[in-house]
């Protein structure tokens, strides 16, 4: 069988990796058609990739910006036009940006036999914080491009649960199933080096307009009026030397690393840490987030506010806890009372949530299940 991917953003491609891989093993056919712009470094993609084909596509520099939306409705129909080159008897499109559900589901129309799949990795505009504007023009015509188009998939897969909650009723009738994102365990020491005398957090990621600095604020305010503290924070974006600023304006200490892309220098990081701030802001729909990934491989526990499927996973395994405008103090006077051997045993549960739910074997095992 002939399988062909499409993924616009270099961000999604340990998942496309993957995909790819477990269709390998089926001895299946495989090309992804990708972006050749690398959306986290905006920077164009210079290396080549066993089985990939790099689509030249417009930079960006801002991530809410007419051109980026440009830049993605053009990415689309260029690798379109290599999937009519194709002839694919399965066509995987990771979805978004929107403009893609819109072109597949054309094609599909005129190739019937096409087994279509749409991996929903995320929601736009639900995810980002433009509050009830979303249900204005030209909002509602952006979401309308997934939403109108969802029905000509012959599987939908959404990357975390509350995604399927959202579209319930765009969803009625379509078979959906969720596979959480996945990564490689690491092979590098996750020894933790924990400070009894002080508290660590760590901040991983992108810092955008989605993350809430008002609340990380309030978070350490209140974590370092019992123990001196420190974010150690592993990233870059436009709210930088905002999150610096107001984390240092509770007397709290920063750790500015930049962006780290080697695992053994971010595991470092991470096993000083006591806790990985997972924090957006509440009109964000978000189920599951990359950064969480990352903290549940490094084996971290995390303090949390995202809702659904991570406030699930938080709640019922002891791996942190979920955080709300109402609890932050007693939340904190929990982790003062804390001995190391509960932040020891937080961490061993945080690494067996990461094996048992998004470790590669599990990934594997889900999409087995659908494709067989």
């Known amino acids: 069988m002939k399988v062909a991917l499409v993924n616009c953003f270099d961000t999604y491609e340990d998942r496309v990796d993957l995909i790819r891989n477990f269709f390998i093993q089926k001895d299946h056919e495989v090309t992804v058609v990708q972006s050749n712009f690398r959306h986290f470094r905006k920077e164009i993609r210079k290396e080549s990739k066993k089985d990939f084909v790099f689509i030249k596509t417009k930079p960006y520099y801002k991530n809410l910006s007419g051109a980026r939306l440009n830049s993605h409705y053009s990415f689309a129909k260029d690798a379109f036009k290599k999937i009519e080159e194709i002839k694919p008897d399965l ?4 979805i978004p940006p929107n403009s893609l559900a819109k072109l597949a589901a054309n094609y599909k129309k005129k190739n ?14 639900e995810t980002m914080p433009v509050g009830k504007v979303e249900n204005i023009p030209p909002f ?13 998939a012959d599987e939908v897969i959404t990357e975390c649960d509350l995604y399927q909650s959202v579209l319930k009723n765009t969803l009625n009738g379509v078979s959906t199933n969720t596979i959480y994102l996945a990564k490689e365990g690491l092979e590098i020491s996750q020894e933790p080096n924990l400070a009894s005398d002080q508290i660590n957090l760590c901040y991983l990621g992108s810092i955008n307009n989605i993350i809430d600095i008002s609340r990380i604020k309030r978070i350490v305010e209140e974590t370092h009026k019992i123990k001196n503290t420190t974010v150690h924070i ?30 053994e220098e971010k595991q470092k990081i991470f096993n000083m840490c006591h806790f990985g701030l997972n924090i957006m802001k509440e009109s964000v729909c978000v189920g599951l987030t990359m950064k ?17 499927d991570t406030y699930n996973i938080v709640r019922e395994n002891h791996i942190g806890f979920n955080i709300n405008d109402h609890n932050i103090e007693d939340v904190v006077k929990h982790i003062d009372e804390m001995d190391m051997s509960e932040f020891l045993l937080m961490r ?23 494709f067989g």
């Open 91 to 94: 066509l995987y499109v990771l």
């Open 112 to 125: 019937k036999q096409v087994k279509l799949v749409f991996d929903l990795i995320d929601l736009w505009p």
């Open 140 to 152: 509602t015509l952006w979401k309308s491009l997934r939403n109108s188009n969802l029905q000509y």
């Open 234 to 263: 592993i990233g870059d974006g436009e709210k930088r030397v905002a999150l610096i600023n107001e984390i240092k304006s509770t007397g709290a200490k920063v750790e500015y690393y930049g962006k780290i892309y080697n695992s």
């Open 292 to 308: 969480s990934m990352d903290y549940f491989q490094a084996g971290l526990p995390i303090l949390n506010t995202i809702k659904s």
């Open 348 to 370: 061993a549960n945080t690494k067996k949530v990461f094996n048992g739910l998004f470790s590669i074997t599990a990934f594997n095992r889900s999409m087995q299940d659908i």
